[in-house]
């Protein structure tokens, strides 16, 4: 199985940054794409950003030029570093990687994490 297990997040004020992480973990061969979501109360899971294995990203436009994804190849974690935080960024921040499990088999499994709250106060 694999695990991811995400931290960095927390209360900030306005203006404010962040540093989520999240560590994979388990029966890992290889991972494709890594990202980051969001989920505020009362709406859906939303895309934030997304990078694939050779370091491709994309951004929702909401958080384009605030928020940056990076990643740790060797020790399969993701980042996310977030600043000039809103209150509209808080939200339960969820990873999500896809995983080749064997080099024998192609098939892409896709985890997530546990979530993390990042609450912003005004």
């Known amino acids: 199985q694999v695990q991811l297990v995400e931290s960095g997040g927390g209360l900030v004020q306005a203006g404010g940054s962040l540093r989520l992480s999240c560590a994979a973990s388990g029966r890992i061969f290889s991972i494709n794409a890594m990202a980051w979501y969001r989920q505020a109360p009362g709406m859906q899971r939303e895309l934030v950003a997304r990078?694939?294995?050779?370091?491709?990203?994309n951004y929702a436009d909401s958080v384009k030029g605030q928020f940056t994804i990076s990643r740790d190849n060797a020790n399969n974690t993701v980042y996310l570093q977030m600043n000039s935080l809103k209150p509209e960024d808080t939200a339960v921040y969820y990873c999500?990687?896809?995983?080749?499990?064997?080099?024998?088999?192609?098939?892409?499994?896709?985890?997530w994490g546990q979530g993390t709250r990042v609450t912003v106060s005004s």
């Open positions: 990078i694939t294995g050779d370091g491709t990203t």
């Open positions: 999500y990687a896809e995983v080749k499990l064997s080099q024998t088999h192609s098939t892409l499994f896709q985890y």
